[in-house]
């Protein structure tokens, strides 16, 4: 859906006078996704981008493409806060996949060109806050075991890799974007990932609960953060 709405926002940017004017509409409100996107088509020729989905949330853009490989980049193109914030979610990520019981992408920074992108492997399935009321509450026990397990193992952890990013009066790791980022095997209605932690660093325990639910209403309406609170207590 993103990637048609933007490639007929871009074309109607030919019929707007100026050659100023169609660059600035292009690099504020269609973040350069073209140039970004044909970027990428240059550089990995042999990938299949006819089955190309855009995606778009938080401070990135991106691209699933053939159902195996993300690359996401920043909306606005700042080489060096790009490559700082990808750092970053690298780092965090290194040290948290050999702790998480969920699987995590591993990042790969490109650079290509003016851009950086990030590229990891695709993780198969559907996004947990997609999925119905009724259907929460019926994988309520599940679900709330496996992201209390999750959420117990990454905030106690002290990987000393990451020990010089701890900042700030917070008493553990959070990945801060729970409730839009957990990927569920549709096969097995098991959580089977987290994707997505850009906004991932040092924090308090009530910072990550209240992330596990806060954008989804389905999620707040099934009540499964309380069963996810007293998973989390019953691990001690």
């Known amino acids: 859906m993103w990637k048609t709405f933007f490639i007929l926002c871009d074309w109607m940017c030919n019929f707007v006078p100026g050659v100023a004017r169609r660059a600035r509409i292009r690099r504020e409100k269609l973040y350069d996704f073209r140039r970004k996107y044909d970027c990428l088509r240059r550089a990995f020729p042999e990938i299949n981008w006819k089955r190309a989905k855009m995606i778009k949330g938080g401070w990135n853009i991106g691209f699933i493409v053939d159902k195996k490989y993300v690359f996401k980049i920043r909306k606005f193109n700042d080489r060096f806060a790009a490559v700082d914030k990808v750092l970053h979610e690298k780092r965090i990520t290194d040290a948290m996949v050999k702790i998480s019981p969920l699987k995590i992408p591993q990042i790969q ?31 309520r026990n599940v679900w709330a075991r496996q992201i209390a397990e999750f959420i117990h193992t990454v905030h106690n952890a002290r990987p000393h890799e990451v020990d010089d990013l701890i900042t700030g009066d917070g008493d553990g790791w959070n990945h801060n974007d729970i409730c839009n980022n957990l990927i569920v095997d549709v096969h097995t209605m098991r959580i089977v990932g987290l994707i997505d932690w850009e906004y991932a660093g040092w924090g308090k325990l009530d910072t990550e609960f209240k992330n596990c639910v806060m954008f989804s209403k389905n999620m707040r309406a099934a009540n499964i953060i309380d069963d996810i609170k007293r998973e989390y207590l019953s691990m001690g």
């Open 109 to 139: 920074i490109l650079t290509i060109g003016e851009f950086t992108f990030y590229r990891y492997n695709f993780i198969p399935g559907r996004n947990l806050n997609t999925f119905s009321r009724a259907q929460i509450i019926a994988h």
